[in-house]
């Protein structure tokens, strides 16, 4: 049985610091303005899977890569079960910062292999859009940790968010459409709602 799916799900990915989810907020916003019933979600997710992965941002070492892929899994069926399947039906419109990109680029990164991350994510919808900010890592650091003034947690060093980008870079998904993540907020901004125009006429 095939699920009726009407709604669109826009997924945002990326390295760390390339502004994706400022980009969520503002297209929720133009969109919500619009008089579009939008759902904004994110991977880690508040569930309870989704706290386990929290705490591991300071001490990633303290699992084992399988237990930590099997962390990103669990809750990655929890949102898709209950936020992305039935906001799907109901057509919604989802953002989404995060998804199986990401596993497939960090856990690989990691050392996980690509394509079983890939099969072991079959139960997950594929995204309508996938847009993949790409800037370079050293911007992304410098507003993580100039901007934010955060500290890099251990998902965020850098030469190993070096092979995620290369990672997400090789991908060739037909649904990704790449954005330049190092214009300003505003022309990024443009470039996004350029990309999902197409979409959104298919809609009405
Ligand atoms: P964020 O909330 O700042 O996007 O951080 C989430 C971190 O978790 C980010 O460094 C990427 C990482 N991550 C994975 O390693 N695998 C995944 O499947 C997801 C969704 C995120």
Request: proline share 3%.
């Amino acid at each position: 049985m095939t699920r009726e799916r009407t709604g669109l799900l826009i997924v945002f990915e990326g390295t760390d610091g390339t502004g994706k989810s400022t980009q969520l907020q503002l297209l929720a916003r133009t969109l919500t303005e619009k008089g579009c019933t939008v759902i904004s979600s994110r991977e880690p997710t508040e569930g309870q899977y989704g706290q386990q992965i929290r705490a591991l941002y300071s001490n990633r070492d303290s699992v084992s890569r399988e237990e930590e892929l099997a962390l990103f899994l669990a809750d990655r069926k929890e949102h898709v079960d209950t936020v992305l399947n039935p906001g799907l039906t109901a057509g919604r419109i989802i953002l989404c910062d995060r998804y199986f990109l990401s596993t497939i680029a960090y856990q690989g990164a990691a050392g996980m292999d690509t394509a079983q991350i890939l099969e072991k994510n079959a139960f997950a919808p594929d995204p309508d859009i996938c847009l993949l900010f790409q800037a370079s890592i050293q911007t992304g650091v410098d507003r993580i940790t100039g901007g934010r003034g955060e500290e890099l947690n251990d998902f965020e060093k850098a030469d190993y968010l070096q092979k995620v980008a290369s990672i997400f870079n090789e991908m060739d998904f037909p649904y990704i459409h790449r954005i330049n993540a190092a214009q300003s907020i505003e022309d990024v901004s443009r470039d996004v709602l350029t990309a999902i125009e197409p979409l959104l006429e298919k809609l009405t």
